[in-house]
């Protein structure tokens, strides 16, 4: 299994561009989380997927943090416009449903806004 | 608020020098409390999944343990390789599939 795929691995852009993060999740997993991780505040979720539908959202920052999953196989986390305190890892996850957190993790991707 | 403490926040150890990381969690009730390992660069790699008190998981050098406020997750004989940043995540009791992380244990293990 190639596990979760993101992309880019890494992105700079100017404040006020538009960022869309990629993702692949794990084929056959039910749930897809978005994560990002700073040093001040390490790993929050900011959304989460159950069979392709936005179950809990709650973690979004604000309203130009939008999250999309057209498919089982594929979401997007996109920040429009960008501001320098969005940098950060953002980290997608999947997973089966049932009793368990075994997340699978990508790489993430490393996000500097100048 | 649910919240996860993790203690020390950086741990430096000789090879085969024997510790313990602490994962203090405070929740209106816990479903699950999970282990995972971080190395730079990558993502979070799963470990163990604890649910009740009492409750123990091994994995070669690794001991997880789990009472009503904390776990420890004990490294007996670490190596070089076993350098990462551990981190502890809770899941809490009422339907959510969220995990609750703390901000991890970064672990060295010198030659």
């Known amino acids: 299994d190639a596990g979760v795929i993101q992309s880019p691995r890494h992105e700079v852009t100017e404040m006020g561009q538009e960022v869309t993060l990629r993702c692949k999740p794990i084929s056959g997993h039910d749930y897809l989380f978005w994560y990002r991780q700073t040093m001040m505040r390490g790993l929050e979720l900011l959304i989460y997927f159950n069979n392709n539908v936005p179950i809990d959202d709650s973690g979004m920052p604000e309203d130009r943090f939008s999250a999309k999953m057209p498919n089982a196989s594929f979401s997007t986390l996109k920040i429009q416009p960008s501001e320098p305190r969005d940098s950060a890892v953002y980290f997608c996850a999947s997973r089966r449903g049932g009793l368990g957190g075994e997340l699978f993790f990508g790489e993430g991707s490393r996000l500097t806004v100048l | 608020e649910d919240q996860v403490t993790q203690s020390p926040e950086a741990l430096r150890l000789q090879e085969g020098e024997s510790s313990s990381l602490n994962c203090s969690y405070t929740?209106?009730?816990?479903?699950?409390l999970f282990w995972y390992r971080q190395d730079p660069g990558k993502g979070p790699e799963f470990l163990f999944t604890?649910?009740?008190a009492g409750e123990e998981k091994e994995k070669e050098r690794l001991k997880a343990t789990l009472t009503k406020k904390e776990s420890f997750l004990h490294i007996t004989a670490p190596k070089p390789e076993d350098s990462a940043t551990y981190l502890c995540?809770?899941?809490?009791?009422?339907?959510?599939?969220?995990?609750?992380f703390g901000k991890g244990t970064k672990l060295t293990v010198n030659p």
């Open positions: 929740v209106s009730g816990l479903r699950g």
């Open positions: 604890l649910y009740s």
């Open positions: 995540a809770v899941q809490v009791q009422g339907g959510s599939e969220k995990l609750v």
